[in-house]
């Protein structure tokens, strides 16, 4: 009943009714720990929403010392890095946040709750930070997981950061909010997203999602009342059914309740059998799925980016020399640059050079007699935080970039840029050859170019509205 009044937005009858439940419990019987924990982060939940801080600091440490299942730990954890976040001590909810996201990695939703609550706190404390890759991370994982509570809170997040930045991306997640606080019938996320949409859109759909705000916002007042009287009439008849008939059911309470238990416990365990099989059969179809679409996938960049680039290569090296450009040699080599793309080997990875040297010679093998190579700032510091999968991919786009100059651009100069701003490590290109018309193909080289860059939540931009040559960026996280 107080959890049920807490939900309903009676904090005050919650807290209530939590405190006289408490004196059902005894704190020395370790079979009511679980209901204490619960009963203590009710009462912290309540008081929070009452703006006593302090006392729900207090509480959720109350609920948290008499948990003894690791997930209600974290989640009783969560609630009090909510209110250190509320109160703006910004280090204590992260160091709270970072305890709980070491042990959650297994959970995807609780790694996804909590690593949208550390970009946000990071957000909250300094403004400058950019939280939307790891709020675009959590909700993808949340759209996998078919998490639609979280769903809404990501959205949410994303619609907040865009609100100051960009109206219509913060537009776009507020409608998203709303449609998935309907799915899931809160009403308290639709009046919040209803709010987001009266501030954001045009003038006539302003009205309109004021008028269904205010009709809303009347229908939640009117059942929070009707809850709240419910309840008072369910106590009330509750303590008059006891006081006029304890001697009547003391001999067939037992018995009733142990027919009504076993009734629900054999339907809950039928209903939970049922889901269980349901949700493990979709689980393994999926994850079969997965493995056919990923083994495909790296099989194909594998014979791109492995072969064929490599004969490319050598492909360019034979016909820098004048000696071997009509040997019919060369002739073969590029007939077996076509059939290679239908094979695939695994490929020796060396870890004794260093990345930088690597990327060097990389883009310096491409250089020739009609082709200047020109890098800037490919220095050791800028790829020391960088995640081996990021080199690996990275290493990968500029081979593909680098080949399709050599074979298209015509290009006399090269020059290839580094630098890192903040977290995120950008590299451009640019060429003074022919340039792209119109927007690139997605031939199998760009289709796995994005592939590539999406695997480390990077983007790439082809600006071919250049009067001459190609510019390209690059940017992803550094970790």
Do not use: C
């Not at 704190?27 to 703006?51: F, P, Q, R, V």
């Not at 009046?191 to 949409?197: D, G, I, P, R, V």
């Not at 629900?264 to 949700?279: C, D, P, Q, V």
């Not at 760009?446 to 590539?452: A, F, M």
Request: proline share 2%; aromatic share 10%; glycine share 4%.
């Amino acid at each position: 009943m107080a959890i049920l009044l807490t939900n309903a937005g009676d904090y005050f009858g919650g807290q209530e009714t939590s405190i006289e439940a408490n004196k059902y419990l005894n704190e020395s019987d370790t079979s009511h720990h679980y209901y204490l924990g619960s009963n203590y982060n009710n009462l912290g939940i309540a008081t929070y929403n009452l703006k006593d801080y302090d006392n729900s600091l207090r509480l959720y440490d109350s609920a948290i010392k008499f948990s003894d299942d690791s997930l209600d730990t974290y989640m009783y954890l969560n609630n009090k890095a909510k209110v250190y976040q509320e109160i703006k001590d910004y280090k204590s909810s992260l160091k709270i946040y970072d305890q709980i996201l070491a042990k959650t990695s297994k959970n995807e939703q609780e790694y996804a709750r909590v690593l949208t609550n550390i970009a946000k706190t990071k957000w909250l404390e300094n403004s400058q930070y950019d939280p939307v890759p790891q709020f675009l991370k959590s909700l993808q994982i949340r759209k996998k997981e078919n998490d639609l509570w979280g769903q809404n809170s990501s959205y949410a997040n994303l619609a907040d950061y865009y609100i100051q930045k960009q109206s219509d991306s913060a537009l776009f997640y507020a409608n998203k909010m709303y449609k998935v606080a309907k799915e899931i019938k809160s009403a308290d996320d639709q009046l919040e997203a209803l709010q987001k949409l009266i501030k954001l859109s045009q003038p006539k759909e302003t009205k309109h999602f004021f008028n269904v705000y205010e009709k809303l916002n009347d229908s939640v007042q009117t059942a929070r009342s009707a809850a709240k009287n419910q309840f008072a009439l369910i106590r009330y008849d509750t303590e008059k059914s006891k006081a006029d008939n304890l001697v009547l059911q003391k001999d067939n309470e037992g018995k009733r309740y142990q027919i009504i238990i076993l009734i629900i416990g054999i339907l809950l365990i039928i209903i939970a059998g049922t889901l269980w099989y349901k949700k493990r059969k979709q689980r393994l179809e999926l994850q079969a799925q997965n493995t056919i679409r990923e083994n495909k996938l790296k099989t194909s960049q594998k014979v791109h980016d492995v072969v064929a680039n490599g004969l490319y290569r050598i492909m360019s090296k034979l016909d820098n020399q004048e000696t071997l450009k009509d040997n019919p040699i060369v002739n073969e080599i590029e007939e077996l640059y076509e059939q290679s793309r239908d094979l695939s080997y695994e490929k020796p990875k060396s870890k004794n050079q260093d990345f930088q040297d690597k990327i060097f010679e990389l883009l310096k093998s491409f250089a020739s007699e009609n082709t200047r190579v020109i890098l800037v700032g490919n220095s050791a510091t800028l790829w020391e935080k960088v995640s081996e999968q990021a080199k690996d991919e990275i290493e990968h786009i500029l081979q593909e970039l680098m080949v399709n100059m050599g074979k298209h651009s015509q290009a006399s100069d090269v020059v290839i840029k580094f630098e890192q701003v903040q977290q995120k490590i950008n590299i451009f290109y640019t060429d003074n050859g022919i340039g792209i018309a119109g927007k690139p193909q997605p031939k199998n080289g760009l289709t796995n170019t994005g592939t590539r860059i999406d695997a480390i939540s990077g983007t790439i931009i082809f600006d071919t509205k250049v009067e001459k040559g190609l510019k390209i960026q690059i940017s992803f996280p550094v970790s």
